[in-house]
């Protein structure tokens, strides 16, 4: 059941992207969205969609995987395009179909959107593929913390995401786990009328809320029996390190952001 | 219900990078009305096989069949059809519960698949009784209940169905010695008196070895064996090999053959038979 979807996992491979170092992998992925947003020519998308692509072969990730594990992904972007088509009034009236006229602006500006969504969310989900969810955690520490003079609770607020982004993997397991038990007592909520099958989902929600509720104060129990007191002053096994590669590819990523940026205006 | 599988293959997520072959070419009959128990150690497959039973999971390839229906291919009819008459418990029955009381917990099932309610609560009481539990349970907050009723409660929700074969995924693990012991004499007697084709998966081999009239021995996925309880003192040594401790009764029988001489010619070995040779052994006047 929930095994098809894809986002938020990671899949462990020796490859140019997996080997980067996270931050790296965020700040590209931060002027990647921003050159999307500037951009408006036809030309520039398919450098975009041409770069999504390149990442996706370094990163050795099969590209049926990314597409099979992002199907509902699909249905949102066509419907994106679709609802625009149809209901676009720019530009230049091309042909109308069933009362609805079709301009030109419609498609345009329908690609344009569906394309930013699409290659937002995929190369998110590169992100997550291949990188381990504690290091996108070690990550955001560091880029927090410049606030933590702020008094914000930087450490604190990293050890919540690196348990939440834990916790993701086992909530889904029970989850799939709870629906075949109720599943084998005849709970069927894929049928019937739509008022049914919201209220076949208590069944689901009620144990997993509790057991999430049971494992959270276990896991307080747990922590606080090692003798955990705030994550002030630790230290980390695994070091994030910036390698010669990183530089370079933060480099390279700034000046085609700025180049692109300048070429427009 | 008979049960039949042929050249079954189940693989998690196939054709991705995460692809993972959990059972492999599994051909056996769990014939009705037997008392099979399903063995290995983690990880070898128990729970993937036994959620073919009843169509959770659906072979990758080769076939399940169980009596009339086949799997894959059945469709949502058949399939729930095929739920009420395969009634299956996973390990850790408990955290299924939902409702408000152990009463309507109960009824949930029958509910669902439709059956007369005014018949299954006259049942009640019984199936309480069955799994060691009473009538005063009925009106109580299944989340007010302790670990082992909690566990009863999930239990008797699957029996109170009246399936014809029952599916059970390590029913006893957490139970105290005395609520282990009255649950596995309650799956011998639903099979004994009432019929019904019991599956019980368990890495415990006194439990297995016990109760059970088949064994179907897995192993990283494939079958190592299907045997009789009494066969297995002959595979003893291969046991050990595929992570499974031989049942104490045996490991007994191999200590007094080495440490005391005596020859074990007996096909079986249990706990009877091998007090019943010591007896005979001391009233022979042995005086070791």
């Given amino acids: ?59 050795t990730i099969p590209v049926t ?39 030109d602006q419609g498609f345009i500006q329908g690609g344009e959107i569906a394309s930013r969504l699409l290659l937002m969310i995929v190369m998110a989900t590169l992100l997550t593929l291949t990188t381990p969810p504690l290091a996108v955690t070690d990550a955001m520490r560091w880029f927090l913390t410049p606030l ?24 889904t397991e029970e989850m799939d786990k709870i629906a075949k038990a109720q599943a084998a007592r005849g709970l069927d909520y894929t049928q019937g009328r739509l008022r049914d099958r919201l209220k076949a989902l208590l069944p689901l929600l009620i144990p997993l809320f509790i057991s999430a509720f049971k494992r959270a104060e276990a896991l307080a129990m747990a922590m606080e029996a090692r003798g955990y007191q705030g994550a002030d002053h630790r230290t980390s096994y695994r070091q994030i390190v910036f390698r010669t590669m990183d530089y370079i590819v933060v480099c390279l990523m700034t000046t085609a952001t700025i180049s692109i940026y300048l070429m427009i205006r | 219900m008979e049960i039949v599988f042929e050249d079954v293959d189940y693989i998690y997520q196939p054709n991705t990078p995460l692809e993972h072959v959990a059972l492999q070419g599994l051909s056996f009959t769990i014939p009705s009305e037997f008392f099979t128990a399903i063995v290995g150690r983690t990880g070898s497959g128990k729970s993937t096989l036994l959620q073919q039973l009843n169509g959770l999971l659906q072979p990758t390839s080769g076939t399940v069949t169980v009596g009339d229906t086949r799997l894959p291919g059945a469709k949502s009819k058949p399939l729930k059809e095929l739920r009420r008459r395969v009634g299956l418990v996973f390990q850790y029955p408990e955290h299924q519960l939902f409702e408000e009381t152990v009463k309507q917990e109960l009824l949930f099932g029958p509910k669902n698949f439709g059956l007369d309610l005014g018949q299954v609560e006259a049942k009640l009481p019984q199936v309480l009784q069955d799994v060691g539990l009473d009538e005063s349970f009925l009106e109580r907050s299944p989340f007010t209940l302790s670990g082992g009723q909690m566990k009863r409660v999930a239990l008797a929700s699957v029996l109170i169905l009246d399936s014809e074969v029952l599916v059970l995924d390590e029913p006893t693990a957490g139970l105290d010695p005395v609520g282990k012991k009255q649950l596995l004499q309650l799956f011998r007697y639903l099979n004994e008196e009432k019929g019904k084709t019991v599956v019980l998966v368990t890495h415990n081999m006194e439990d297995a070895m016990a109760n059970a009239d ?60 091998v007090s019943q040779a010591l007896i005979k052994r001391i009233k022979a006047g042995a005086n070791k």
């Fill in chain 1, 148 to 171: 933590t003079r702020l008094g914000l609770p930087v450490n604190e607020l990293a050890i919540m995401m690196a348990i939440s982004l834990r916790l993701i993997p086992t909530m």
């Fill in chain 1, 1 to 59: 059941m929930t095994q098809s979807f894809i986002l938020g996992q990671y899949i462990p491979r020796e490859s140019f992207i997996h080997r980067l170092d996270p931050r790296t992998k965020i700040i590209s992925l931060i002027l990647f969205v921003i050159t999307m947003f500037v951009i408006d020519r036809l030309l520039i998308y398919s450098l975009l969609y041409g770069f999504v692509l390149g990442c996706v072969l370094l990163s």
């Fill in chain 1, 65 to 103: 995987y990314l597409i099979k594990g992002l199907k509902p992904v699909w249905w949102l972007v066509a419907f994106t395009f679709i609802f625009h088509v149809l209901f676009q009034r720019d530009g230049e009236a091309l042909f109308d179909v069933f009362g609805f006229v079709i301009y």
């Fill in chain 2, 214 to 273: 088949q064994l179907v021995v897995l192993n990283d996925g494939c079958i190592d064996s299907v045997t009789s309880p009494k066969h297995l003192i002959e595979k003893r040594d291969q046991l050990e090999a595929i992570g499974l401790a031989a049942p104490e009764s045996i490991k007994f029988v191999d200590y007094m053959q080495q440490t005391l001489g005596v020859n074990w010619n007996e096909d079986e070995a249990t706990v009877d038979t």
